[in-house]
């Protein structure tokens, strides 16, 4: 009897822990012909707060797909990524929910405004603290392409999928849900789970789930998939077996990551290299699986080797895949196993990622450069990149936001994120920060702690304030400056050496703190390069003075093995001979290269260019000073030899930066700019500009594209005198004070801009305005529209000259900011560049001119993809003459919005010019190539 009740204690027990573990039980029929899975599940998920729930909430992230005002889709439209925009409504996913039920009842539930990927229920009864609640639901998935996000399903019917099926959110005081945003950041609690996944015959299924069962019908397969305290959803459906299981010991790595190149057997010695590096430094992996997929890599890639040309191979086959294996399994370890919100706290997974990836390196391939082999090539060897070590990218990665003022804090949440600061430049300083802190901290502390605390806390929900405290408990240095200074703020690193005082056997060093934190500096002392000694000096407030023993050396350098990720190391060192030592000799180099601290390094890069049909072709020589990574001073010649004109030209730029980091004016630019160059057939003009532009932007938001652009400048022209033209000859010399304000917010969905413009020269006073908008309609037409206005306050110029008028379609540019490839040109093909400024018209109509005030209305609305109508409406009025109605009309043919556009005019006040003769000199072409201008379709997707 006794032994029986101890049995059923015993059993209560169990069913008690059981109760309070986690689970999901699903059974999903897919229909691959229809794109659908009609899914029931049994959600079954413990309240572990000390808060008693009314209401709980669901990840519902296929859903994400539904409409074109989703947070996904809004965030793909702010990086102009237009797929989603234009796709077919069957090619994106959606959710349709028939029933959630707790003990049969149904259970009330909604999507959340703005959030249409979460859902909030309404229990029947209140969930206390410890108890568990019990949901079934039955709903249909829509699988969406594949194109948008790599998840869904293929051109060919393959399925790859992820967040897939409903799961709980996590409560830990307060819920933690957000929508998907294509960041691969769900943040759901672990749970046991149970699938029973139908699938047609001829379909391989991939998990990290272990399979219990497989039945085979005629038509069907039913495969049982389980899990124990798993997070990963992930589920693949393919027709060819393309993943490979390599197998060590009973735990499996699972990839279709692949390497041409490399033998089977070299394949399996990297996977089992890599596997014991992880659990050496990571520990054990606490599952039989893990997944490795090429869509994980595609989104998250080694930068660098992932631009580079198939044919170009600068490192070792071998040494390409590890890294791509390696970086994808380290963070596939860490995304299941350290379950901290990656929304929220994504610096502690991405920062043990790239200092793990970059040990790796140090271990394996130590001398491994950051242009691999091609740092041998002659040529190239005596670039300062070719000196630069492959761990050193990272360094480099993040400085090319810092030093545009572009970076944002890592505890920022990550969907605040810039593209690059969240797929590089933050996971740089992140993994770059770690190494930081273990060279501070010595003694291989941090390794020994991230292994334990890993240990500790595998699979569990924690905060990353749990690894701060962890830290510093190991340790008696102080490393506030870590958690206060470095991971929450923008404050740059950049230390200085102020004064040294040198005697026999001790020098006192100054060394100075040139920004608001309080982080550590190391100080080396060397002797022909070889290091002495190295001094962590703390707590540099603004200035500290320090003495420490000479021990021969000859030279004192701050910062010398470049482990701080400093923004400017060119003032870090001072030597020990005398004053003039101190003087950074000149280095001379062909072609841009990557800053070196220790020269004051210029540069000579050969330019051929084409920038008008006068010079033609122009041969020369840039010489300046700007390195890969921006300065503050800046200085730029470009003397030049047109072939055509038979002419020396060129053009010439000095110029300062001044950043400001918590302002909504972020930059100040200031300097002098001049240039000599044709415009018309064996006529010239110079020009000397100085100028002052601030910059401003939405100092709490860097996604926005708010932009604000106050330019001040004054225009010194001289031209030679047409005598041929008496219009463009009068007054070739002038002078124009010019102040222009841009406001402008560019996006794919919504776009409007406005500028006022006011110019003050010697004969005359005008102001304009100019605003633009444009809408993107969910059923992909297009609407475009553009006002512009402009008058003289003042204007005593000849009436016979409208050199300085306001222009109808064709400004003349007196100012010369168009980039006219034939800005004299009034026949051919360049007479018909377009350039949206001014009138905006397309035809060519009288008055083409305004020399009293001129507005007009420019607009054009889709008709079939690409091809758009358009139409120009506007009043001109010139001194002694009646107001004039000018319009026009016709075909815009949009190639790519901004950079290549064609027009064809229809009917206007010439009436219909399409039966016309010469209508071929009608047609009007709006394209550039100037590589800036082409560079802003990639930088506008990025920053």
Known sequence: MRFRLLSFFLIGLLSLSLSGQNS????????????????????????????????????????????????????????????????????RGFSVITSIKENQEELPFETLPGKIDVIKVELNKPLKPNETYKLNLSYLVQIPNDKFTGYGITPTGDINLRYWYITPAVYNGEWQYYSNKDLDDLYIPEADLDLEIIIPKGYFITSELNVSNVIQSIQNQTIKLEGNKRVNNKLFLRKLPVFNSIQTGDFSLISDIEDPNLAVIDKVLITEKITKFIFENLGNYPHEKLLLTNIDYSKDPIY?????????????????????????????????????????????????????????????????????????????????????????????????????????????????????????ANKYKAGVGFKYLDDFINSDILESTIKSFLAQNQIKQIK???????????????????????????????????????????????????????????????????????????????????????????????????????????????????????????????????????????????????????????????????????????????????????????????????????????????????????????LFVRQITPYLSLFFREKDDFRSNKRKILNIRYLDTKRDEDVNNIANSYQPNYNIFNIRYVHSNDNLINYNSWLTDFQLGKTFTKVSFEYEYRRLFENNRQLNLRWFSGAFLRNTNNTDSDYFSFALDRPTDYLFDYNYLGRSESTGIFSQQYIDAEGGFKSKLNPAFANQWITTLNASTTLWKYVLVYSDVGLVKNKFNSIKFVYDSGIRINLVTDYFEIYLPIYSN?????????YDQKIRFKFTVDPKSLFGLFRRRWY
């Open 464 to 682: 990353a304030e749990a690894f701060e405290n962890y830290l510093k408990n190991n340790t008696k240095k102080d490393i506030d400056w870590f958690f206060k200074d470095y991971l929450t703020t923008r404050k740059k690193i950049d230390f200085k050496i102020k004064k040294v005082f040198k005697s026999n056997d001790s020098i006192t060093i100054t060394i100075r703190n040139k920004s608001d934190n309080n982080l550590p500096v190391s100080l080396y002392t060397l002797n022909n390069d070889t290091i002495i000694s190295k001094t962590w000096i703390e707590n540099i407030k603004a200035d500290k003075t320090i003495t420490i023993p000479r021990n021969d050396a000859d030279k004192l350098v701050l910062n010398y093995e470049n482990i701080i990720p400093e923004i400017n190391a060119r003032d870090n060192w001072k030597s020990l001979k005398g004053f003039f030592f101190n003087n950074k000799p000149l280095q001379f180099r062909i072609f841009k290269d990557i800053e070196d601290p220790y020269y004051n390094q210029v540069f000579f890069m050969p330019i051929v260019e084409y920038n008008n049909i006068y010079d033609g072709l122009t041969l020369g020589m840039r010489v300046y000073n700007k390195t890969l990574l921006r300065k503050h001073f800046n200085y730029q010649f470009e003397p030049k030899f047109s072939l055509k004109s038979q002419s020396l030209t060129g053009r010439g730029n000095i110029f300062n930066i001044h950043d400001f980091e918590n302002s909504s004016l972020y930059s100040l630019n200031y300097g002098i700019r001049g240039g000599y160059n044709a415009y018309a057939p064996d």
């Open 24 to 91: 999901i039980d699903l059974r999903a029929v897919f229909n691959i012909e229809k794109k659908q899975i009609a899914i029931s599940q049994t959600i079954i998920y413990q309240n572990s707060s000390n808060d008693t729930l009314q209401t709980i909430y669901l990840n519902n992230w296929n859903n994400s797909y539904s409409t074109k005002k989703t947070p996904l889709a809004i965030r793909m439209a702010d990086e102009y990524k237009n797929e989603f925009h234009f796709a077919k409504n069957e090619d």
């Open 304 to 424: 660098g080797l992932n631009f580079l040309p198939k044919f170009v191979h600068p490192y070792p086959d071998s040494f390409q895949f590890e890294l791509k294996l390696l970086k994808v399994a380290l963070y596939s370890y860490l995304e299941n196993t350290l379950l901290v919100n990656p929304r929220k706290e994504q610096w502690l997974l991405d920062g043990l990622q790239i200092y793990f990836l970059m040990k790796y390196v140090e271990i394996n391939y130590p001398n491994m450069k950051f242009l691999g082999t091609l740092a041998n090539f002659w040529g190239i060897r005596s670039f300062h990149a070719a000196d630069v070590n492959f761990n050193e990218k990272y360094n480099l990665g993040y400085m090319l936001m810092a030093r545009t003022n572009r970076d944002q804090p890592l505890l920022m949440e990550k969907d605040s994120l810039l593209k690059f600061n969240k797929s590089i």
């Open 910 to 918: 010439l009436g219909w010019e399409i039966g016309q003769p010469n």
